[in-house]
């Protein structure tokens, strides 16, 4: 037993994954070369709720795609699959049973396999709080937003979208969900273009650096591997209490940026945060066998966009 064990000191490593650097090592080993320049903004919109939780009408915002059969393998555990993604903003009923995935977005897929909706999708969860009386109602749609890499088309189109829709369903509040690191930015981007309309809003994130470069109102930062920003997976009192502490923060964050970590933990131990896109962990073969299958499914998704969404600008998926 070394000294810091002695202290009880936790690893060098139980930090949050510093996203922003992994990502940008990873591609630049991958043999990209400019590299991604991620939204960031000096300063940030605030709207503080108009009326008590318990009589606001709120809504989810996510990144998860409806399933389609037709599209290849997007169960649990399943491989990136460029062929799930959407490319518009799409709603769904907050009264049905919706079927979203997330195998078109980046998760991490060696430590979950996004076997569980609700880690990743708190309608069961905020419906359970509306029968509660803790929010006032749940509202009747929910909104999916693209993950785009192109900020001027997430802006432009997608988050004028989901301010619309939102609007038009009497919104007072919204949770947004992200996926993978580039879905942080999009729903980041969404939380801002919402609170300037006078709709408030609280990110549930597992990517602390990404949405707090963008900058937000208000961030639930759960320390757990991307795919689990709604708590842990078959863990219903986890679940219940991220949403809880989301809760929390839009009625009390006092000033934006306000960040609040979730105490939970995803295990005893931490050295899954060794592994996400970590260059250091990976060999020449495995990173030139990335590269091959990243540009194949860069390439399906621009096809496939275009296919979708013919004359859209500028967009550019990736993976996520």
């Known amino acids: 037993m070394d000294a810091a064990d002695a202290a009880g000191l936790a690893p060098a490593h139980d930090v949050p994954i510093a996203y922003l650097q992994r990502t940008r090592e990873y591609y630049a080993a991958l043999g990209y070369g ?35 059969p037709e599209c290849g393998d997007q169960g649990p555990g399943a491989p990136y699959n460029a062929a799930a993604k959407f490319y ?17 977005v980046a998760i991490d897929r060696a430590h979950t396999t996004a076997a569980d909706l609700g880690s990743y999708f708190p309608l069961a969860a905020l419906r359970r709080c509306a029968a509660a009386g803790r929010v006032g109602a749940l509202a009747a749609r929910f909104h999916g937003l693209p993950t785009n890499r192109s900020h001027r088309v997430t802006i432009e189109v997608d988050c004028r ?20 690191p580039v ?21 549930m994130g597992c990517a602390r650096d990404i949405v707090e470069n963008v900058g937000v109102p208000r961030l ?19 679940q219940a209490d991220t949403l809880e502490l989301a809760l929390r923060l839009l009625e009390a964050a006092p000033a934006p940026r306000t960040t609040v970590c979730s105490p939970l933990r995803w295990s005893t131990s931490a050295d899954w945060k060794l592994d996400y896109c ?21 390439q399906q998704a621009r096809q496939l966009r275009d ?14």
């Open 34 to 68: 400019e590299p991604y320049r991620w939204a960031h903004h000096a300063e940030v919109p605030f709207q503080p709720l108009a009326k008590p939780l318990a009589r606001c009408r709120v809504a989810i915002v996510t990144t998860a795609a409806p399933y389609r």
């Open 88 to 104: 518009s903003v799409y709603s769904g009923d907050s009264a049905g049973e919706p079927d979203l995935r997330i195998s078109h």
């Open 161 to 180: 979208e989901v301010v619309a829709r939102c609007k038009h369903d009497g919104v007072d509040a919204v949770v947004l969900v992200p996926n993978c």
């Open 183 to 203: 879905c942080h930015q999009s729903v980041s981007l969404a939380a801002r273009a919402l609170e300037a309309d006078g709709i408030a809003t609280v990110v």
């Open 220 to 238: 639930l930062f759960s320390d757990f591997p991307l795919g689990n920003a709604a708590g842990r997976p078959h863990d219903a009192p986890s």
């Open 278 to 298: 970590n260059v250091r962990r990976l060999s020449p073969d495995e990173l030139q066998r990335r590269r091959a299958a990243f540009d194949a499914g860069k």
């Open 307 to 320: 296919q979708a969404m013919p004359g859209r600008p500028g967009a550019d998926n990736g993976c996520g």
